[in-house]
């Protein structure tokens, strides 16, 4: 199994542990006395806040299946209002003063506040939406939010939303919830803002930050924070400084466009004599990427993409020599990762390689057996992850630019959302006051340079806002986007959270988010 | 408006005339004397042949509609008990002695005989099922056969099957009622199979066919016919003198097979790390035709392409030059054939190329908005239309041997359905008797060389039945396999026949056929 790394990254002192798969050994003195001198400032006795989450448990756990069983989803244009509705009423129920709905040229967002009379203000962002889903592929009912058992974790609930994102976000509402319980105030105003697109790449949501109201409130803001369960099945809190920004953009290849091949669906023996907007669409995409798929091809797409730093290179290799590579490998149902990299190698492209994916396809008979039509029309999904400093206007216009060169300029590019990458400073208080609180809880903190995925933090680290923005935090869960994500309620191992732990983590990070 | 043109291609005499669309001129002397001296063999006086039709025309409509609303799909195993037993009842209450339900290892056949003591004995085919279809596409239910007025054509049944094939097979069938009201015996005696697979390109029919009692009745036949209303809208009697082969497959991508990638779909964001299966598929299948999607680039696919004859040539050359190129591509909805290619030119592709269509492709979320997931999986669908001397067998092992050479060995090639291209000789009795027919009736005749389409002729014109095998017949019809597939009920042209007339040409071709 792993070993545990301590290192000294900054003059500060601040001391991070790198991701230790599966290690069990105890805090080395050092660190144990920095933590648990931070330790006291984290809230102090926090007895009765732990007795009242205990006593909430029940409630805090209705709450949450009660927000699963409304799922709202952008793409589908179902359960907006309701749950729009539904997150005012949990920011209201938790504390928040202020909850108001922020009509978007999209779905609605929500601008809340909590004033607690407090030193320090925290930005926090949430999302009420969630992605689709196929109940046919669950073994438990997505909406059921039913608790299981599962190995190795323990108790984790199950439904479209646990981890992504309804899972976390409760959890930190039932630190509110058990403060006020345990007679205490919130020990730092909160100036919450949600948006219910977040699973379309946030299409709208500048318009609700950019709001003056808004804006206004978040300059008295330092870091905005997003609750996530971040901790690897191992243990370790995974925190990234950064995340790479997405397009979404929907290619429709059709006759009707082009101009060519018969207008609508014909008998498929006309292919000899007619052109083929299913070819046309193969064709086209398949410019887009290097021959095993794996860079992405459109003309100058590497022009602004930065490497890695050496101190984000070595955030990696550290990661890589305290985790276990297979069962990463298992974890994701993986047994080679592209061109046989190493884990190393992989984790470098993960984090430093901008991607050109086919989230989706379809066109023609997608039926049983088969129907002899040559389609008029062909559709591709895809999703583009990007690197700073790329940025999303710049990648939507290369790949239009691209197809364009290649006479595939009647090939529909429809943008259907997305955003820059987002990066944040490892020295800002933020990161340095979650990092505390982790390894006070005795628990092991595992850097990288950026998550591989996306969330819209661009909105927050870049202008006009400016501000460090994360989204971590204990507890675990996974499966996002898939059948059977899950969240973990009780664990079973001691070194991850269950939803109780995780409460009060995010209390001592409000106290230690309060001192900075 | 095309002009008319007569030959004499063979030394035998008989008068073929090419396409001539739109042609409105009285048949030339020498051609009407031909046909008036055939006709006065063609049943004689059909006066009271004619009247039963009449009489019958509401149970003839209705005998179809009630077919139509019974449809059997193969492809989703819909009604193929049901729609192979009302074959059977079709068959026997039209006259047949026997009409026995055929197993194969897929849908069940029908094999049939109708005894009349006749001279000669005419060998016929039918299929019992249709093709897939999405009510929400149709302006009218598509079972419910309803008739409604279409410009230009008059009064037309609409419904999946209308044309290919319950409608001309109905008709058939309504020839056989007629001649029995008329107090008439069958001028033949016929041997008839049927099929219930024949859009799924009829993969068990061989073991129907092939059946020794089966053979033993088609031994004593001199040629295999199916009905079709195959008049194009300007009235001439299109009769092709072979048909491509075809083969359906169905391509799967799978990270499972392939070994690489997540074994499930994942999180998009792992595209950095992982391989695409849609990626893979989109690299494959861009490997098997040509940049512009029109000629197929597997390995040896030409090798025993034929070219065409000078003869077949001819043949096309006189159809072009009585047909309106304009006319045509409205009727399609065309803008262009493949190159910009002159009619002459598309029409020698569409009768000579083999194709390599994908009808239908699906991979990842196909839902609305779009889902950021990596797929596990991509599915191609393609159907092959071969011509002669290419095989089935051949071209499926091609395919295979392509991809695994390109290392795609790992995409599966799940063949659903196929066979050889079949071709019959321009002099056979067959197609003299129909001709001769057709010009009695005052109708142009068409001939192409070359179906761009298939049916499982080479069943009957290969070994071991190797008999002429042709689908040809009055009256009109259009759409088959698209929404609104309809066939013409009463015409509003005189030189398209419509169900009653068609009827009467069928009582006519069979006493055609028994004096050959």
């Known amino acids: 199994m792993g070993e545990r790394k301590i290192e000294l990254p900054n003059r500060r002192g601040l001391l991070l542990m790198a991701a230790a798969a599966g290690a069990t050994l105890a805090l080395p003195r050092l660190t144990r006395a920095a933590a648990n001198k931070a330790g006291a400032q984290f809230g102090g006795d926090l007895s009765s806040v732990r007795a009242?989450?205990?006593?909430?448990?029940?409630?805090?756990?209705?709450?949450?299946?009660?927000?699963?069983?409304?799922?709202?989803?952008a793409a589908e244009n179902r359960n907006m209002k309701e749950g729009c509705q539904m997150m005012m009423d949990l920011l209201t129920e938790a504390g928040f003063q202020t909850a108001r709905m922020m009509p978007t040229d999209g779905q609605p967002g929500v601008f809340a506040t909590l004033d607690a009379g407090a030193r320090r203000t925290v930005g926090m962002y949430f999302m009420y939406d969630v992605k689709q889903f196929d109940p046919s592929e669950w073994s438990s009912p997505p909406l059921a939010a039913a608790i299981v058992d599962k190995a190795p974790f323990g108790k984790v609930m199950i439904g479209r939303g646990a981890i992504n994102q309804k899972g976390p976000e409760a959890t930190f509402l039932a630190a509110?919830?058990?403060?006020?319980?345990?007679?205490?105030?919130?020990?730092?105003?909160?100036?919450?803002?949600?948006?219910?697109?977040?699973?379309?790449a946030s299409p709208h949501f500048g318009q609700v930050v950019h709001r003056p109201e808004v804006l206004a409130a978040l300059s008295k803001c330092h870091e905005v924070f997003m609750p996530f369960a971040s901790q690897?099945?191992?243990?370790?809190?995974?925190?990234?400084?950064?995340?790479?920004?997405?397009?979404?953009?929907?290619?429709?290849?059709?006759?009707?466009?082009?101009?060519?091949?018969?207008?609508d669906d014909i008998h498929s023996s006309y292919k000899a004599e007619l052109d083929s907007a299913v070819w046309r669409m193969v064709k086209a995409l398949s410019t887009l990427v290097s021959e095993d798929g794996n860079d992405p091809a459109i003309?100058?797409?590497?022009?602004?993409?930065?490497?890695?730093?050496?101190?984000?290179?070595?955030?990696?290799?550290?990661?890589?020599?305290?985790?276990?590579?297979?069962?990463?490998?298992?974890?994701?149902?993986?047994?080679?990762?592209?061109?046989?990299?190493?884990?190393?190698?992989?984790?470098?492209?993960?984090?430093?390689?901008?991607?050109?994916?086919?989230?989706?396809?379809?066109?023609?008979?997608?039926?049983?057996?088969?129907?002899?039509i040559l389609p008029s029309k062909a559709t591709a999904k895809l999703d583009m992850r990007l690197v700073p400093d790329q940025t999303a206007a710049e990648a939507e216009a290369k790949l239009k630019a691209h197809l364009a060169k290649r006479g595939y300029g009647d090939i529909e590019v429809k943008v259907t959302g997305g955003y820059d990458p987002t990066q944040t400073d490892e020295h800002s208080a933020l990161i340095k006051a979650s990092t505390a609180v982790y390894l006070q809880e005795g628990l092991q903190v595992s850097l990288s340079p950026r998550l591989a995925g996306s969330w819209p933090g661009c909105i927050f680290t870049?202008?006009?806002?400016?501000?460090?923005?994360?989204?971590f935090g204990t507890g675990h869960g996974s499966r996002a986007h898939a059948p059977d994500e899950y969240y973990v309620i009780e664990s079973s191992n001691p070194k991850v959270q269950g939803m109780a732990d995780a409460t009060l983590a995010y209390v001592k990070h409000l106290y230690a988010l309060s001192v900075v």
Do not use: C
């Not at 243990?235 to 995340?243: D, M």
């Open 52 to 73: 009242a989450i205990e006593k909430q448990r029940p409630e805090a756990i209705r709450r949450l299946q009660n927000w699963i069983a409304l799922p709202s989803i």
């Open 232 to 263: 690897s099945p191992q243990g370790s809190v995974e925190i990234a400084l950064g995340a790479k920004g997405a397009v979404e953009v929907e290619l429709v290849a059709s006759t009707e466009k082009w101009g060519r091949g018969a207008k």
């Open 462 to 471: 870049g202008a006009p806002v400016n501000l460090p923005a994360g989204h």
């Open 299 to 372: 003309d100058g797409w590497f022009e602004h993409v930065k490497p890695l730093t050496e101190r984000q290179k070595q955030i990696i290799a550290d990661k890589v020599a305290h985790t276990n590579e297979a069962d990463i490998k298992k974890l994701l149902g993986v047994q080679h990762w592209v061109r046989d990299l190493s884990y190393r190698d992989a984790l470098e492209r993960l984090a430093s390689q901008p991607t050109v994916n086919i989230e989706g396809m379809y066109a023609g008979y997608t039926g049983p057996g088969g129907k002899t």
């Open 176 to 200: 509110l919830h058990a403060l006020k319980a345990a007679g205490r105030k919130s020990p730092v105003n909160i100036v919450l803002v949600a948006e219910g697109e977040e699973e379309i």
